[in-house]
């Protein structure tokens, strides 16, 4: 199982906790989980792979995602972005 643990605030920390996530979860292999990685057509997502990943995005967060947002999300590189750009305030850079 994979600890969680909020208040990630680099990219490349925020990438290496998807990466270790999805190859855990899907035993990929470290250099299939690319920021250009569709998560559906690249690496084989199913709806409860994405409930999990989003779970995960929520707990970074600290907040809901929107649904809409949510479904927009396709790649690794759109999470990455998406926590980028919403990082708690206040929290260590």
Known sequence: MITVTTGITSTGAILERV???LEEKLGLLPEEVTPQARFKEDLGLDSL???ELLTIVETE????VDDEVALSL????????YL???RPTGAGA
């Open 19 to 21: 990466t270790a996530m």
């Open 49 to 51: 792979d994405m409930v």
């Open 61 to 64: 967060l600290g907040t809901a």
């Open 74 to 81: 396709a790649t690794i590189g759109d999470v990455l972005d």
């Open 84 to 86: 980028a750009a919403h």
